[in-house]
């Protein structure tokens, strides 16, 4: 990262409106392009076989997820007739038009890879999806056995007539659309749902397919073969309409609207108003139909009419529907067909036995999961827990997990008689009611809960640990980018920072004190907080940065994130780019912000990093004339973190550290040409590849091997 002398105030480009609505990439497809690239990983054949049936799993998990809670708000905002454009100028039912458009694309090469790429090298490998209709006789008879005494007392066939009301289609379940022919009535029609208590792909085998221990010893040596449940059912339909001749069997699935409503200040108990809110989730309004492409055109047009989904809400698929699914596959016991495990390195100071507080007392340490170990971050807490010394511990909690082993140190804190304080945050998306269960737990067990402030989502991830020394009170610190969560911080690439600067530790009290009682406090003293400064504050570094350029020439920004949107922060960035300060910015997601525009972006690069590992690091790094400014924390630049979250960023000002953020992390994410992608001017993204004569750079994969280095 040299510096870059371009231009002087005596040569900048004259003042533009950067409220142009070409200045904008449109969120909701800059998020399709992040999901695209994400498929795109399914294709390399430099991953392990089934690496990339995660990928294609991970594809069309995010796919579902998008279209409960991001076509469903364009779906609201037509069904109520509003007309607002989005920042980049499209009405919501361009947007609907485009993302229809754009996927449909990206389902049929999803598609074209799974059947023409995939599963030929499963069946290579020994591992087969079978059609049901090509099975030998006695493999037809073992799973006839089987769903007679297992799955068919399971199912319930609903009839639709006149004296039957269509049936509630539950959300992502996989259902058949069946047809029989009454002798009496003539043609009838059934709904009947796949049971999600069975795994979507039944080994062939005789074998409990639910049972874990059993699944593993029957794939893990020799070929493994699978039949999808509901080509069993469909081969079985007759066991449940005796008397009736069944025609014919469809599948298809609905996504409904899952973004959930609360008026907080309306409700008068939160947990418990989340909770129902979160059951009446199955019942939002449908936002897609998947339908097999084998459905005849009544049998759909049924569909659509008692759904009342609009034409462009349907998609007809090749099956199976609900790729998510394959993602089993990744149980099968065969690791020639996986990713070497990794093993996290822990660092030697928190890896030696004895007293962590000492170790943290001495100096900070950083952590770059999930290249160095989560264990530390737990070892923190239940050395808490034990510690006799030790008076208070205070959390926040986003996304915990199950069976967390940072819930059982607060709890066994709290029985040692320590003081613990847990803001558990309940609207936390698709986690709200493991942590309606945790906050329950933690209350019983004697912890104060807090549930955050109104109208606010509680998205910084902050512990305070108060222990008494013999000089005095001492505070303890370790604040994150990610959460606390032992099992994604294995896949998960995110910064842990311990410390017990007292002047951070008197932040993070105050914010704790704000945040559980009263207070109008705005500006700390080391740490960046939203809603209340982050933006502003940001903003005002960049404007720093602008200054340095027209005077020295050597501005620089660096920053890494998961999102880029909030129209403030791009304007921000754009200005700085015309001044001529050089910007990379490394955005996994959505970058609403146009790189390489003349004359008013061409200083600025965006790319995007798709590996083994989800990238969720949030790093904000300003040259500052060689004073390095180096910022850590939750936040996005998304309006939604700025405006509707409490989020913080915090200074890594040791040196040694913040050499190491910049040289030995950021640097060498900035400089991967393996698995990196380049945004263009017009949103397209461009897969790097090494230049001639030049090695090839793995961010991840350097990280992994170097991880050693950042003691």
Known sequence: MASHKT???????????????????????????????????????????????????????????????????????????????????????????AIRRELMEQLARQAECWHEDLLPKLQDAGIHLCSYTRLSKAQRSQ????????????????????????????????????????????ERFARLKVPDTFPRLLPLAQADPTDDEEYHTLTQQGDAKFVWLEEVIAANLDMLFPGLEVVASYPFRVTRDADLEIEEDEASDLLATIEESVEMRAFGSEVRLEIDKGMPSRIRDLLVKNLRIAP????????????????????????????????????????????????????????????HSFTPVVDFLRAAARDPDVLAIKQTLYRVGPNSPIIDALMEARAHGKQVAVLVELKARFDEENNIAWARALEQAGVHVVYGLLGLKTHCKMCLVVRREPDGIVRYIQLGTGNYNPITSRIYTDMGYFTCDPVIAADVSDLFNALTGYSHKVRYEKLIVAPASLRNELIARIDREILRQLEHGDGYLAFKMNSL???????????????????????????????????????????????????????????????????????????????????????????????????????????????AWRM????????????????????????????????
């Open 7 to 97: 231009k002087t105030s005596a040569n900048l480009p004259p003042i533009r409106d950067l409220n142009e609505r070409s200045l904008y990439a449109n969120r909701q497809l800059s998020w399709l392009k992040f999901n695209w690239r994400v498929l795109s990983e399914a294709f390399d054949t430099h991953y392990p076989l089934l690496e990339r049936v995660k990928f294609m799993a991970i594809f069309s998990s995010n796919l579902d997820e998008f279209f409960m809670i991001r076509v469903s708000g364009l779906r609201r905002q037509l069904t109520a007739g509003v007309g607002n454009m989005s920042q980049d100028g499209m009405t919501p039912a361009e947007q609907m038009t």
């Open 143 to 186: 799973l006839c056995e089987f769903f007679t005494r297992e799955i068919f007392p399971v199912l319930t066939p609903l009839a639709f007539d006149q004296s039957h009301p269509f049936p509630h289609i539950s959300n992502l379940s996989i259902n058949l659309a069946v047809v029989v022919n009454d002798p009496v009535q003539g």
């Open 312 to 371: 462009y809400l349907v998609y007809t698929l090749p099956p199976p529907l609900g790729m998510a699914d394959v993602m089993g596959l990744l149980r099968i016991d065969r690791p020639e067909l996986k990713d070497t495990p990794y093993i996290p390195v822990t660092p030697t100071g928190l890896a030696q036995e004895g007293d962590i507080f000492s170790a943290i007392r001495q100096r900070d340490f950083l952590l770059y999961h999930p290249y």
């Open 565 to 675: 949107v909030d129209p403030a922060c791009i304007q921000a960035l754009y200005r700085a780019s015309m001044a001529g300060v050089k910007i990379d910015l490394q955005i996994r997601g959505i970058c609403c912000l146009r790189p390489g525009i003349a004359g008013l972006s061409e200083q600025i690069t965006v790319t995007s990093v798709i590996g083994r590992f989800l990238e969720h690091t949030r790093m904000y790094y300003f040259r500052n004339g060689g004073k390095d400014d180096m910022l850590l924390g939750s936040s996005d630049l998304m309006e939604r973190n700025l405006d509707r979250r409490v989020e913080i960023l915090f200074p890594i000002e040791n040196p040694r550290l913040c050499a190491i953020l910049r040289d030995e992390i950021l640097n060498i994410h900035l400089r991967d040409n393996t698995k």
């Open 680 to 711: 263009d001017a017009s949103g397209v993204y461009e897969r790097l590849h090494p230049a001639e004569n030049e090695p090839e750079l793995n961010s991840q994969q350097w990280m992994m091997e170097h991880v050693g280095r950042f003691e």
